[in-house]
């Protein structure tokens, strides 16, 4: 299974940018959908998650903000931020986990994605 991001880039602040990730190889069972984010010199910050029941949750400084939309069928997840702040200035990854034989769970990542945010 592989993660495959796109759409990260340069943006000025109030603007918009939408983050992409496909996952391709045989994969099922997903139950968890992320997105994760790390700025230089901060810890890996959970920004987002969907759920196989189409439960989110977002960090509190992107509420309101962003929205992370799922293709089940395409097993794709986005991430769509809107009103973007130089503070949301980092390496996004997507994550997804899955449930495999008895107790054991898969847990993909991304190769990140840079966005960068100008003041």
């Known amino acids: 299974v592989q993660l495959v991001e796109s759409g990260g880039g340069l943006v000025q602040a109030g603007g918009s940018l939408r983050l992409s990730c496909v996952a391709s190889?045989?994969?099922?069972?997903?139950?968890?959908m992320d997105w994760y984010r790390q700025a230089p010199g901060k810890q890996l910050e959970l920004v987002a998650i969907i759920t196989s029941g189409d439960s989110t949750n977002y960090a509190a400084s992107v509420k309101g903000r962003f929205t992370i939309p799922r293709n089940n069928s395409k097993n794709t997840v986005s991430l769509q931020m809107n009103s973007l702040k130089p503070a949301d200035t980092a390496v996004y990854s997507c994550?997804?986990?899955?449930?495999?034989?008895?107790?054991?769970?898969?847990?993909?990542w991304g190769q990140g994605t840079q966005v960068t945010v100008s003041s």
């Open positions: 994550n997804v986990k899955n449930f495999l034989v008895g107790a054991m769970r898969g847990d993909y």
């Open positions: 190889g045989s994969i099922s069972s997903i139950y968890a």
